[in-house]
């Protein structure tokens, strides 16, 4: 099953980078352009952890940095993504978190995505950085993600439990061995080790 998430998250990611690139300047919003990808790395990292969130935003990263109009240092979006994917993991992996402080921290992670960009377009003294447009693009860029993450985190979410469903807590039942019934048993996940 391992092959079918990585084959998701690879389907995830050029399909957020394609309607990043493609459709969402067409709509015309005030400020910034909708970040689907931070939002499709952000919700890769809730259901996939840190590792994998990590590699979903290098991906992610590498893969905006070069499509077409790219006009910035390339990796500089890697480097960004790679952290947010990280973190995504580290607060996300909980089913019984309210679905709105998801949300809610998909907004947060996008913000400090802005102000990562910013902080290292500074840096390393990128023209396209004006820290007069930061404010702007910081508020515009967390009610966006905030907006897609309210429809991309389930969409995800029930993709990705398709492919990756989550191991049974614990089986309650008769345990059998070698053929012989040894009684009532609690059976503790995939291990077969019971009690």
Same mark, same amino acid.
């Given at each position: 099953?391992?092959?079918?998430?990585?084959?998701?998250?690879?389907?995830?990611?050029?399909?957020?980078?394609?309607?990043?690139?493609?459709?969402?300047?067409?709509?015309?919003?005030?400020?910034?352009?909708?970040?689907?990808?931070?939002?499709?790395?952000?919700?890769?990292?809730?259901?996939?952890?840190? !590792?994998?969130?990590? @590699?979903?935003?290098?991906?992610?990263?590498?893969?905006?940095?070069?499509?077409?109009?790219?006009?910035?240092?390339?990796?500089?979006?890697?480097?960004?993504? !790679?952290?947010?994917?990280?973190?995504?993991?580290?607060?996300?992996?909980?089913?019984?978190?309210?679905?709105?402080?998801?949300?809610?921290?998909?907004?947060?992670?996008?913000?400090?995505?802005?102000?990562?960009?910013?902080?290292?377009?500074?840096?390393?003294?990128?023209? %396209?950085?004006?820290?007069?447009?930061?404010?702007?693009?910081?508020?515009?860029?967390? @009610?966006?993600?905030?907006?897609?993450?309210?429809?991309?985190?389930?969409?995800?979410?029930?993709?990705?439990?398709?492919?990756?469903?989550?191991?049974? %807590?614990?089986?309650?039942?008769?345990?059998?061995?070698?053929?012989?019934?040894?009684?009532?048993?609690?059976?503790?996940?995939?291990?077969?080790?019971?009690?």
């Amino acid at each position: 099953m391992a092959w079918l998430r990585g084959v998701l998250t690879v389907v995830l990611i050029v399909t957020a980078v394609i309607a990043e690139v493609t459709v969402l300047p067409l709509l015309g919003l005030p400020g910034a352009v909708p970040d689907a990808v931070t939002v499709t790395v952000v919700a890769i990292g809730f259901r996939a952890g840190p !590792v994998r969130g990590s @590699i979903a935003g290098l991906l992610a990263g590498l893969l905006i940095d070069l499509v077409p109009p790219a006009d910035g240092l390339l990796g500089v979006t890697a480097v960004i993504l !790679v952290v947010v994917g990280y973190f995504a993991g580290l607060l996300g992996g909980e089913d019984d978190r309210p679905a709105f402080a998801m949300i809610a921290l998909t907004g947060l992670l996008a913000g400090g995505a802005v102000l990562g960009l910013a902080l290292i377009g500074g840096l390393v003294s990128d023209p %396209r950085m004006s820290w007069e447009r930061v404010p702007e693009l910081l508020l515009t860029q967390t @009610i966006y993600a905030l907006v897609l993450a309210a429809f991309v985190l389930p969409g995800i979410g029930v993709l990705w439990r398709r492919v990756d469903p989550p191991p049974p %807590r614990y089986q309650v039942g008769r345990q059998e061995r070698g053929g012989r019934r040894l009684g009532v048993g609690v059976g503790v996940g995939e291990s077969g080790a019971s009690l």
